[in-house]
Every structure is written in C-alpha cells, then in structure tokens.
C-alpha cells in the first residue's frame, strides 16, 4: 500500500475538443486579465485603506493579509466556475490555526501559492525581485508584509521577523514549478536553513493533481483542456528540535532536513503526467 492510498481521488474530468474548449479557453483568459486587474485596482484602493488605518504596524499587515486571504478565496472559486482546476481540501484546520510556522509544498501548478494564501488568512511569502517591479503586484507585496528575496544575512532577518510576529511563511523548496513527468523536483536547501537558523517548526503540504495543467511548460493562453484536480494533504509537523545543531553544524543539519523532506515528497506525490496531446482542437 502507497502512503497515500487513503487520500480522496476525485473522479477526472473529460478531456475538451473542438468548440467545447471555447468557453475554457475564454474563461482562463479572463482569470489572468481579472487577477491582473485585481491586483493593480487593490493595491490602489482597498490594501492602501487596510495598511493606514489606525493600528500597530503588524495590526495593518494582518488586515492586509487578510483581505489577500478573502480575494484569493474569490479566485480560487473562479477558477473553479472556469473549470481550470477543482480544489479538495479537508482536515486543513492545521493551516488556518497555524501561526508562526513554516509551510513548505511541492509546486505543480502556477496558482500553487494562490491556493495556498485561500487557505491560510495569515501568510508570508518570500517574492522573487522582479515581482517588485511589476505594477500589478508591487503594492499588493508591500502591503502584505511579504519578504523580498534579496541577500542571505538580510532575508533571514526578515524571516525571523515575519515568523515572530506569528505570520506563516510559504516556502515552495523545489524553487520552481515541477518539471511534467517527475514527482519533484530538487529540493533547496533554503526552507531548512530558514527553519534550523530561526528555530521553527516546518508543516509540510502535498498538493496532489491528476493531470498536467498550469504547468512551466504550458503557456498561459493555452488553459487546460481537462480541469485539474488539485487535493491538498497536511503532513505531520517537523519538529526544529529533532535537528539539535549543539552536535553538528547548521549546514549540515539543514542538509539533513532537506534530505528527509525530500524523501517524504518522493514517497507521497504521484509524478506529473506528460502533456496531452493538443492535435484535436
């Protein structure tokens, strides 16, 4: 028996062809056109409200992240409406009481982290530096408190402050979108560092999927012609204090822990299917 011969596994849906693909290909269309918007109109509007009213610096960004918390439950509900992806989350009461944790998952598909914030209301992410030159989301990732991935010494500091102030930290380890045809891939040795260095706990996630969808190697116009099941998995906690480094050092330790997180996401993701075959449309 496979360690996770007792998750649910949601019926697939059928493959779309010819004129029944339309509809899919409007509305994934227009679920990047409303994210995009949604983003620049928020962060000029309702973040900007929620970030100077009244309140300690991080009573503000816990509204803010909040408000992100709420709008990404509304995407999360249009792409569903769209037929791009069916989300089955249960026994998830371990993420929406988490505070101050570290949540590490495996990274399938492009609204992963989206799913993700759905459901945590209180979440942090560390943002690659080009999202802070976009307009569409630099205010978003400011209001939100979210950490820019910048230098070793620096980006640690601002862990260790976003994990003190009881926000959950969202780590994808893979570092990008997992290669159609393998379980995972790689893991970086960064969400371990970050856990052993700040001493915090890690709560693993597996985002299980049925098919390739929303994948590196598909671009965005082209939405997926069968609608992604997406089941989410809450592992067991991984305890900073099983990784004591008063006996070796921290490198070594998180080398350690990268290595056992590695091993449990190989033993429990199914890998990606390859692509379908786009010759009917």
């Not at 997926?224 to 067991?236: D, H, K, L, Y």
């Not at 490198?251 to 299917?273: C, D, F, G, H, N």
Request: proline share 7%.
């Amino acid at each position: 028996m496979s360690p996770n011969d007792n998750l649910i596994r949601p019926k697939p849906f059928p493959y779309l062809t010819g004129m029944a693909y339309i509809p899919r290909w409007i509305g994934g269309v227009m679920c990047y056109v409303v994210f995009g918007l949604g983003g620049l109109l928020s962060s000029l509007t309702v973040l900007p409200v929620l970030r100077f009213w009244p309140g300690t610096k991080q009573q503000r960004i816990a509204r803010v992240q909040k408000a992100v918390h709420i709008m990404f439950k509304g995407f999360v509900w249009m792409l569903t409406f769209t037929g791009l992806i069916k989300v089955h989350s249960q026994h998830t009461q371990a993420l929406s009481h988490a505070k101050g944790v570290i949540v590490i998952a495996n990274h399938p598909t492009l609204i992963d982290v989206v799913v993700l914030i759905s459901l945590i209301p209180n979440a942090g992410c560390i943002v690659k530096q080009a999202l802070w030159r976009n307009p569409f989301m630099r205010g978003v990732l400011s209001s939100a408190g979210y950490i820019p991935n910048r230098g070793a010494d620096l980006l640690l500091s601002d862990c260790q402050q976003v994990l003190d102030s009881h926000t959950n930290l969202i780590i994808f380890p893979e570092g990008t979108r997992t290669i159609v045809g393998t379980k995972i891939n790689p893991f970086a040795r960064g969400a371990a560092n970050i856990a052993i260095r700040t001493r915090t706990d890690i709560v693993p996630v597996m985002l299980h999927v049925d098919v390739a969808g929303l994948t590196k190697q598909q671009p965005w116009y082209e939405p997926p012609r069968q609608t992604v099941n997406m089941s989410v998995e809450i592992g067991a906690a991984f305890d900073h204090l099983r990784y004591d480094t008063s006996q070796s050092s921290d490198a070594k330790m998180a080398r350690v822990l990268t290595r056992e997180l590695e091993q449990l996401y190989s033993q429990q993701i199914t890998a990606l299917p390859p692509l379908p075959k786009t010759n009917n449309k």
